[in-house]
């Protein structure tokens, strides 16, 4: 199906005109359309949030079969820098969790709680830069944070219409690693999962950092249905 056809089939009469000049203007299907399937999930975004990829439903996809391996409660789970709320969302209609989302976007935040709100789950949302205004201790916590290096070539429909908070990162794409894993081990009850995604070449260089930090922790890189190295996940006492 063409991304005309797929208009075409998404919009109503009165704003296929509108929506064919806006993406003639490069701009994606899904901020036209206004919403994605994201897990099952109807999932609204538009500008102000990063376009959820089915990789991040694998990575949730993943972490959902790892908590029902390690864990036989309840668990509480922290989803950093959540954008429109899909990783929370779909957690929580998948497990028994508590489930806390954060982003220092108050714009990325109303989307997320409107997301929520529509897809009838139950989450705490707060606005905070990583773990900074964060107190409580948690059994996962998962993140797909910026993770592309600002010298990195990407695709001009990416970079001219999502939003660059939601892309980018110092230190070569690793700073918000650095970040979570700096201060994680405030943050995780005794036994934990750490579930990130991660650019195709940062695998080895964010095992090590988890190394650093959890000298002690089984830690595993995994790849996308492509063969990509995609996820990191960290085990604590597990």
Do not use: W
């Not at 099952?40 to 949030?49: C, T």
């Not at 959540?82 to 969790?97: E, F, Q, R, V």
């Not at 929520?116 to 993140?143: L, P, R």
């Not at 650095?178 to 579930?195: G, Y």
Request: proline letters at 3%.
């Amino acid at each position: 199906m063409t991304d005309k056809e797929y208009l075409e089939k998404h919009l109503d009469s009165d704003k296929l005109e509108e929506g064919l000049k806006r993406l003639e203007l490069g701009e994606p299907l899904q901020y036209i359309i206004g919403n994605v399937n994201f897990c099952g999930n109807i999932i609204n975004v538009n500008s102000n949030v990063l376009i959820p990829r089915f990789e991040t439903e694998l990575l949730v996809e993943k972490t959902i079969n790892y908590i029902k391996k390690y864990f036989n409660k309840k668990v509480k789970i922290i989803d950093l820098g959540t954008g429109s709320g899909a990783i929370a969302i779909s957690l929580k209609k998948k497990l028994d969790a508590v489930v806390d989302a954060i982003d220092i976007s108050d714009v990325a935040l109303e989307i997320a709680r409107e997301n929520a709100k529509e897809n009838n789950t139950q989450i705490n949302f707060y606005e905070s830069d990583m773990f900074n205004d964060v107190n409580d201790k948690y059994d996962v916590i998962i993140s797909n944070p910026p993770y592309i290096s600002y010298d990195e070539e990407i695709e001009d429909v990416v970079k001219d219409n999502e939003p660059a908070i939601a892309l980018f990162a110092d230190n070569h794409g690793l700073e918000f690693y650095e970040k979570i894993l700096s201060k994680a081990s405030k943050h995780i009850c005794d036994r934990a999962i750490i579930a990130f995604e991660i650019g195709r070449y940062q695998g080895e260089a964010i095992s090590e950092m988890a190394k650093e930090y959890f000298p002690d922790s089984k830690i595993s890189v995994e790849k996308d249905l492509p063969g990509t190295d995609r996820f990191v996940f960290i085990f604590i006492n597990l």
